[in-house]
């Protein structure tokens, strides 16, 4: 295993045994495994992709961080549909996305056609291609594409030692939301096909196996929204104008397909799988809902109102650096960005991706609308603008839709 590695997975050794020696990887041309490379998040997109520690949100981006399924409540689907090719292209190359993830008390599991067959996908669509022979005489015509199959777990120190209950109290609960700690691991099972078994000569199909892997590490030191503040005369004085604030700082590394894998293709050739490796920060301030229109709402029984609109205004800012084995260059890639989010309704987005690499060091843009019914759900819709290296000079429109539930939220309060 890598040295990285060791970094990343060491503290949380006591609980995952890796069977799966890690080999070196050598920068060589990963041609295979394309659809590896596209972070399945609108959310991302928006904010320039930094969101390896971005631990907050609806919808966290537990591609670039598999630590982030700790975090997870509920059960949550996520869909996405990005063309890929210019609108002048005869080409049509479309990224479809459908991801599936259940989390309870600390631990998040993420599943996309895997176990299951056919629930979930991850699908890059080459669209038609025709074979001809050396004379130039059509073959046939046949679809060309890339699919992962994925199961990932995650887990949360403090979302474990709160459990269903945000009000616990305790040194440990104390601790848990002052910091936290959190891991996880993706298994990606990859398979390709570049042509049917019949013109193997074009590649054929191939398959690979992957693993990813990844660390959280949050720090809150002022937290009175979701808890009582340091300062309790001064935190209560602010409330009935702003309702508290929240103050979050993250830091995470994250190790896609550490174990270096190869696709494997049909005619006898072998491509390596795409591997980065990602650092990443992030901090949040988050001002809560007024204690006046808060306990008015409540005297009205429309306190799931406010606990819906809570926090009021949240600012997040993100910083990643990723370094890859990609295209014979390991370049590191710049990612920044920031989001503005009002009343957990209005979302709006900016990022920056300088990839030398890839060509690019130009601005990305988004937004999201969506509505929260406190603990319970929420539904968001997503758009955002982004350049991409396949796409040059021109940048892509990414649209998609999240649909959360959390049925122990639900139930909880019924038993009440």
Request: with cysteine; glycine share 14%; proline share 5%.
């Amino acid at each position: 295993m890598r040295p990285r590695l060791r970094v990343i997975f060491g503290l949380a050794g006591a609980l995952f045994l890796f069977l799966f020696p890690a080999q070196p990887s050598c920068a060589q041309n990963s041609g295979g495994a394309q659809v590896l490379q596209l972070d399945p998040s609108i959310r991302a997109s928006g904010m320039g992709h930094a969101s390896g520690a971005v631990f907050w949100g609806l919808d966290r981006d537990h591609w670039a961080n598999p630590a982030l399924l700790g975090y997870e409540r509920g059960i949550r689907f996520e869909h996405g549909r990005t063309k890929l090719s210019p609108d002048n292209s005869e080409l049509e190359y479309t990224f479809a996305t459908d991801r599936i993830t259940f989390g309870a008390r600390g631990v998040g599991i993420f599943l996309t056609g895997f176990p299951v067959d056919g629930v979930g996908r991850t699908r890059l669509d080459y669209g038609e291609s025709t074979a001809t022979d050396e004379s130039g005489v059509e073959l046939g015509t046949f679809d060309s594409w890339e699919s992962t199959q994925s199961a990932g777990i995650g887990v949360s120190l403090s979302e474990l030692i709160l459990g269903s209950s945000p009000t616990r109290s305790g040194l440990a609960a104390r601790l848990a939301r002052a910091g936290d700690l959190a891991f996880g691991l993706t298994l990606n099972r990859v398979s390709v096909q570049l042509a049917p078994l019949e013109f193997s000569d074009l590649g054929g199909t191939g398959k690979g196996t992957g693993l990813d892997g990844g660390v959280v590490l949050r720090l809150t030191p002022y937290d009175s929204i979701d808890s009582l503040g340091w300062f309790r005369p001064v935190d209560g004085w602010l409330d009935p104008i702003c309702g508290g604030f929240r103050f979050d700082a993250s830091a995470g590394c994250s190790d896609l397909s550490f174990n270096s894998s190869k696709i494997k293709f049909s005619n006898g050739d072998s491509d390596p799988m795409p591997s980065y490796y990602r650092l990443s920060a992030a901090a949040r301030l988050a001002m809560g809902f007024p204690g006046i229109g808060r306990d008015w709402l409540r005297d009205q029984g429309a306190g799931l109102l406010a606990r819906a609109l809570t926090p009021l205004i949240q600012f997040g800012a993100a910083w990643d650096r990723t370094k890859g084995m990609v295209f014979e260059d390991e370049t590191p890639i710049y990612d920044r960005g920031w989001e503005l989010t009002v009343a957990n309704i209005y979302s709006i987005r900016r990022g920056h991706i300088n990839d030398p690499a890839g060509g690019i060091n130009d601005n990305s843009s988004g937004w999201g609308l969506g509505i929260r019914l406190g603990e319970y759900g929420g539904f968001r819709y997503d758009e955002a603008t982004m350049p991409l290296k396949w796409v040059r000079g021109e940048k892509v429109c990414r649209k998609g839709w999240t649909a959360q539930i959390d049925p122990l939220a639900i139930w909880r309060d019924l038993r009440r």
